[in-house]
């Protein structure tokens, strides 16, 4: 039986940890695909234009919803970022399992269009940690990581519309716990009615025979 690969949307509080988790899934792991979202922000130090996004003008992006290539896109502290929608389709179709990490307001988007995606919010064991590691990253200013944090508020509000919530207290353990959610899905009911459909034609086929 061939396999369609399961979409998978990460979102999560600034500075949760969900770039590392799925830089360990993809690390430890061969059946995942990352997409790589474009995004008129900044590049950050260390960044590498199409590894970590890619980077363009405002003017750039908005051609690219004009020409319909996202499958979704958000803004998210003053820039957008968006989702390339070819390649998403293509290694779906090649039965990866493809990781999205993204914001809760595309997440939705995305949830619409497609019904059996799986969504996992990835949360931090307390407040605390969390605004630690927003500093500690030390890749923003004060006034971003505000804004990040009052965002996070915002975001808590729709986080019942996600599958699975994933607390990240220890990341080894975390990442193993993710891919095991994401595992178990391909034996979700609703992802395998065809082959079920299959399997009843031919028993009646058989019974039929007799
Ligand atoms: P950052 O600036 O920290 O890299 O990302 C900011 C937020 O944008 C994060 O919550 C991240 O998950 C989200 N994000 C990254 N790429 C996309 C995308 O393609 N679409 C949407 N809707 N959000 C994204």
């Known amino acids: 039986m061939s396999r ?6 990460i979102s999560g509080f600034s500075g949760v940890g969900k770039g590392t988790l799925v830089n ?3 690390n430890m792991y061969d ?3 990352l997409s ?5 922000r900044n590049k950050r130090e260390g960044e590498v234009d199409k590894v970590n996004y890619f980077f363009m003008t405002k003017e750039e992006f908005e051609s690219k919803i004009e020409n319909n290539e996202f499958l979704e896109y958000a803004n ?6 968006g989702t390339p929608k070819a ?6 179709n090649e039965g990866k399992d493809v990781l999205l990490e993204i914001e809760i307001q595309g997440a939705m988007k995305v949830k619409e269009i497609m019904k059996d995606a799986l969504l996992i919010f990835v949360m931090p064991p307390s407040a605390k940690v969390l605004k630690d590691r927003l500093v500690g990253r030390g890749t923003e200013t004060k006034e971003v990581i505000d804004k990040r944090l009052l965002r996070a508020i915002e975001e808590s509000e729709g986080i019942e519309n996600y599958d699975y919530i ?3 207290d220890n990341l080894d353990e975390s990442t193993k716990r993710l891919h095991d959610i994401i595992n178990v899905q391909h034996d979700a009911s609703s992802r395998n009615y065809k082959f079920i459909n299959v399997i009843r034609e031919d028993i009646k086929n058989f019974s039929e025979g007799d």
């Open 36 to 40: 790589i979202s474009a995004t008129t």
């Open 4 to 9: 369609k690969g399961i979409l998978t949307i």
């Open 166 to 168: 994933l607390v990240n």
């Open 24 to 26: 360990n899934l993809m």
């Open 31 to 33: 059946n995942y695909a």
């Open 76 to 81: 998210y502290v003053g820039n957008y970022y």
């Open 87 to 92: 390649y998403v389709e293509e290694m779906l």
